[in-house]
């Protein structure tokens, strides 16, 4: 090695107290005790509580039953980054966090740890046992969620277990049940066995599941239609249905068809007639292996009912009726459906509200039938399940079972249990969803786009799809932890007491003492010490629904409690809750308040594992929010949330979490080069403006100005992963690869106060803060950090509204010119770049670009910036004869903003003349000065830098 390169220069080598290594995980626990310190969300509350204009985002609560799994950590995250963009635009955002503190969930989880069952218990001693449990995961979950950076009302969040909120919920029942909304009926309801208790539709789990189908004969005694059939009274003459639940057989009191199919009168062998669809007849010729099947008669559903309204229970000694019903189709089994109105909701519509029929239900809340019901088939205390082999084996005895098989469809499960549910009708608490046009209502507000927003916009059809078809709401639940349906019925007559009075009792004790007064007070201390009206009544022993608790949150937390406003601006949950939060509080809200809740709705898909598959213990592809945390740090998890497209199912696994920590790397060095490079920069004294900034960095602002612009648009509608994209595809390729590559030169060797160099200090100080104000949502602890140390070390970035003048700077002039040189830049490098391999040169700087092209004097005008892009020692203009050569399509837009193409070839030689020892440029100037090694610029520089060290 040359003398002159074991030299050491002075040059302006970057300088700054923002780590290379991030060390998340230990420093992020050390900036919350800093926030908590200075009381960092305090200030930011004064603040918003000085906004005029909000935007409130209700928080939907989570089950207060455990630790936060990666999926709250996703819901927490993107609710924090809305609320921190619209605070930093000056808006009042009081975030209230809540917990759903009742109903199954805790209590399934509190008994399993008991291990106890539900009927063994002390009400009252559980109750306080539940609350105790759910206190202790409200704060095991807000600890969690504190850890990853949320900013919310952690002193005072909302739980549907506090006293003010139990009233709420009373209140609002009290109010639904005077408009007449609430009613008291027996009806079919999703049950679960696992569980005794009814279940509302969102509280379902749809699985696969494989049940025995049966094609079964109900025989008929017609003699006058027989016989004009030609019969004899002999013939065994029956209709066949086909069904997926055998057991609920012992319930069936009607058959259904439809008055417009055509159904047949098939002779199917020597003494046997059968009757199903027409459409029907080859696939159940081909599954029974019929023979000689032969047409008797063919007439509609309505001409046969009028032959034939009656036929024999298969097993029991009753008649059934035949009815008629829309909803019977020839798709599959027989186009004859068997009708249990006590098991079933079209059964309960078509054959008890439309046909009278009786409800039988003969199902108790273990799922255990109560009866036998003949001699031969000892069904009592057996689970339903179970009794579908012996009523299948009894209808083989009988002859009437004709084929059975297995039959795999989608089947609703209990949530909480994971058992299949059954369908059982017993006396039950509901709001009517028609009642006074309550589910138009609805429907209207959905579709009006003036009133609610829908994100992304399928949202809007998939809830109004099941408010189409809802059934009214079962809203009473068989268990022991949540708020009691407030109800007192007459002992003598079962029918329901009420009075203004007891109502505001209740309202009373419930905001003194909490739900558990119901059950603690002697019932006297309801009707102001009236023993004898008290003893005349019993109360109801259910409980609401916990969908109902939260279900009016609107009213509990936006209109009274919190007082935050109704309506708000956003809803944001899981898309599981069209059928869940959003309908629930739809319904309540437009019943008690005639208008929607919210005005946007924003739903996110589910976190799967890298291959798209659930996460699940047993599987060994959970991966929780807590290591990703103590791994990587929560900006890093954050940074994961940011870079999701969350309209359909978020992947996660090791794999992508590493990838995002690379990706966080590099966007913090990208920031530790502009810290770095602007440590000696005054910005208050040494800023150049915009209009006298060098065209690189005129280009570099008008970059920022677009990269801004899109930002904003992507936080205003929602696409955070466009975000991410955006801003690392600019740190990365616009900056790291192109802009501050290109500025190393000017950065490290000229003289600190070169006005270029300048010029280039006050882009960067701009970039550096811009950057640092659009990732503040996301990357809560890193900008906190990066603000603290460049920019006021006596505040919080996220106490700041964004100063958005920063990103209104913009050269369409410069901005073209310097695309065209990046374009050629991406070229030239290429050629370049093989010529390192081989180790003919060592850098760029190495190197001469020729060009060659049509628009050669068009880039004349600005050969020293295409130098400083392309980061050679020249550019000439003109042909060479080497194989190191590229020819290329430029796509570019001249000084009048037009586009063109042209064709341009770039040849690479290798630079002759002087190298300088300082900044490696071949320069004409090297040996022309009084340090012969280096360029004049260096030489002059050198002196400077040296005597700023000395």
Not at 228 to 248: Q, R, Y
Request: proline share 4%; glycine share 4%.
């Amino acid at each position: 090695m040359s003398e002159e390169k074991k030299k050491k220069y002075n040059v302006n080598l970057p300088k700054t107290s923002f780590p290379m290594k991030a060390s998340l995980s230990s420093r992020e626990p050390e900036r919350l005790k800093l926030w908590s310190k200075e009381g960092l969300e305090e200030k930011i509350k004064e603040k918003s509580d000085q906004s005029e204009g909000k935007y409130i985002l209700h928080d939907g609560p989570p089950y207060a039953n455990g630790k936060i799994h990666i999926g709250h950590a996703l819901n927490k995250v993107l609710k924090d980054m809305i609320v921190r963009y619209q605070s930093h635009k000056g808006l009042k955002t009081t975030y209230v966090p809540g917990w759903d503190c009742h109903g199954l969930p805790i209590e399934h989880a509190l008994l399993k740890e008991l291990g106890q069952d539900k009927n063994d218990v002390d009400q009252m001693e559980f109750r306080k046992k539940a609350k105790s449990y759910a206190s202790k995961f409200v704060k095991t979950q807000m600890k969690d969620f504190q850890r990853l950076g949320i900013f919310a009302e952690w002193k005072n969040p909302y739980l549907t277990m506090a006293k003010h909120y139990q009233a709420s919920i009373a209140r609002s029942f009290f109010e639904l049940y005077n408009k007449g909304y609430i009613y008291r009926g027996e009806k079919p309801v999703y049950w679960s066995i696992g569980c005794e208790t009814a279940l509302a539709e969102a509280e379902l789990e749809y699985q696969d599941k494989t049940s025995k189908a049966i094609f079964v004969h109900f025989p008929i005694v017609n003699n006058n239609f027989l016989k004009e059939l030609g019969l004899d009274e002999a013939t065994s003459t029956s209709f066949m249905i086909w069904t997926t639940t055998p057991w609920t057989l012992p319930a069936n009191v009607g058959i259904a068809i439809h008055p417009d199919l055509e159904y047949g009168v098939y002779k199917i062998n020597d003494n046997e007639v059968s009757i199903f669809c027409s459409a029907l007849k080859n696939r159940i010729e081909e599954k029974l292996e019929l023979q000689n099947v032969e047409c008797l008669k063919s007439l509609t559903g309505k001409e046969l009912k009028q032959h034939i309204d009656e036929y024999q229970h298969p097993f029991i000694d009753r008649a059934g009726k035949v009815i008629e019903a829309d909803y019977v189709s020839a798709e599959d089994g027989t186009g004859i459906v068997h009708i249990a109105p006590g098991h079933g909701e079209d059964d309960y519509i078509f054959g008890h509200l439309k046909a009278g029929l009786e409800i039988l239900s003969p199902v108790n809340a273990k799922g255990q039938f109560l009866e036998d019901f003949n001699k031969d088939l000892k069904l009592k205390g057996m689970n339903v399940f179970e009794a579908n082999t012996p009523i299948i084996e009894h209808l083989k005895s009988k002859k009437l079972l004709k084929k059975i098989e297995d039959h795999q469809h989608s089947y609703p499960f209990c949530w909480r249990s994971k058992t299949p549910v059954i369908v059982r009708s017993t006396p039950q608490w509901f709001l009517k969803v028609d009642h006074q046009d309550l589910r138009k209502k609805v429907i209207d507000a959905i579709e009006d786009n003036s009133k609610t927003s829908w994100y992304p916009d399928w949202g809007k059809n998939r809830i109004l799809k099941m408010i189409e078809t809802r059934p009214d709401w079962c809203l009473s639940r068989q268990r022991l932890w949540g708020v009691p349906i407030p109800i007192a019925y007459k002992k003598d007559t079962d029918e329901v007491y009420y009075s203004d009075s007891f109502r505001n009792k209740v309202l009373e004790l419930f905001e003194q003492e909490g739900a558990d007064a119901w059950f603690s007070h002697p019932k006297e201390d309801f009707f102001d010490g009236d023993k004898t009206l008290a003893e005349s009544l019993e109360f109801e022993t259910d409980i609401l629904d916990v969908w109902f608790d939260s279900g009016v949150s609107h009213q509990a937390v936006l209109e009274t409690g919190h007082k935050l406003g109704f309506p708000c601006e956003l809803y944001l949950e899981g898309s599981d809750q069209h059928r869940g939060w959003f309908q629930t509080s739809l319904i309540t809200s437009m019943a008690l308040r005639g208008q929607s809740p919210f005005k946007n709705v924003l739903t996110h898909g589910f976190v799967v594992d890298g291959q798209g598959k659930k996460m699940s213990k047993s599987e060994g592809n959970v991966v929780s929010p807590q290591e990703v945390i103590e791994k990587f740090g929560a900006d890093v998890l954050r940074l994961w949330v940011s870079s999701c497209d969350t309209n359909s199912d978020i992947r996660l696994s090791s794999e992508i979490i590493d990838r995002m920590a690379e990706a966080y790397r590099k966007i913090r060095n990208t920031f530790r080069f502009l810290l770095g490079n602007i440590a000696d920069f005054n910005p208050e004294k040494e800023n150049i403006p915009f209009e006298k900034m060098h065209s690189l960095d005129q280009w570099v602002l008008s970059r920022l100005n677009q990269v801004s612009k899109e930002v904003t648009d992507c936080y205003e509608s929602f696409k955070f992963h466009k975000i991410y994209q955006i801003i690392y595809d600019f740190c990365i390729s616009d900056l790291s690869s192109f802009y501050l590559d290109s500025l190393k030169d000017r950065m490290y060797c000229s003289s600190p106060d070169d006005p270029l160099r300048k010029s280039s200090q006050s882009a960067m100080h701009i970039i550096a803060k811009a950057l640092c104000q659009l990732l503040s949502p996301i990357l809560v602890f890193t900008t906190d950090e990066i603000w603290r140390t460049t920019f006021d070390e006596n505040s919080s970035i996220h106490e700041k509204n964004w100063d958005t003048s920063l990103w209104e700077n913009h050269s369409k002039e410069n901005l073209n010119r310097w695309n065209t040189i990046r374009s050629i830049r991406r070229n030239s490098d290429l050629v370049i770049e093989k010529l390192r391999e081989t180790k003919e040169v060592g850098s760029s700087l190495d190197c001469i670009v020729h060009i060659d092209s049509k628009i050669n004097e068009e880039l004349k005008k600005f050969t020293e910036d295409l130098e400083l892009g392309l980061i050679v020692s020249q550019v000439q203009y003109e042909t060479i004869e080497t194989e190191n050569k590229l020819e290329f399509d430029l796509e570019w837009t001249t000084s009048e903003d037009k586009p063109r193409s042209d064709k341009v070839t770039v040849y690479i030689s290798k630079a002759s003349g002087e190298k300088c020892g300082r900044c490696w440029r071949f320069d004409t100037t090297v040996g022309t000065t009084d340090t012969p090694e280096l360029c004049e610029r260096c030489t002059t520089a050198e002196k400077v830098v040296s005597s700023l060290n000395s």
